[in-house]
């Protein structure tokens, strides 16, 4: 059974610095800790890396791998997750995410 990596890219309606904060925390408190997290990773665009390959279209990003598929599909279902979109949700433009079975 390979590993998933769940990585989403948020851009926000207000990216202002206590906003981008705000959601850094939140992503701290309800995601990380979950069954069958494997990495657990949060964090701002790094706009010093400007090549014209660099997407800048996002203020915070967030990297999480899990041990199986599985226990993706209980994190998106758990309790502390469906907080964490409710209260972030209202601030969000755009939510890409991305998700891959490790090799």
């Known amino acids: 059974m390979s590993q ?9 309606v207000d990216d202002s610095e206590a906003k981008i904060d705000e959601l850094l925390g939140a992503c701290k408190k309800y995601l990380n800790d979950h069954p ?4 657990f ?12 390959v ?16 599985e226990s ?3 994190y998106q279902k758990a309790p502390r997750h469906l907080q964490f979109i409710d209260e972030q949700k209202p601030n969000w433009k755009q939510v ?3 998700d891959s079975d490790l090799v």
Request: aromatic share 12%.
């Open 36 to 39: 069958g997290v494997v990495y």
């Open 96 to 98: 890409r995410i991305f």
């Open 54 to 69: 660099n997407d800048h279209g996002y203020q915070v990003t967030l990297n999480v791998v899990f041990d199986s598929i």
């Open 4 to 12: 998933l990596s769940h990585m989403v890219y948020f851009t926000l």
């Open 41 to 52: 990773s949060v964090g701002r665009l790094n706009k010093a890396l400007a090549r014209p």
């Open 72 to 74: 993706h599909d209980l």
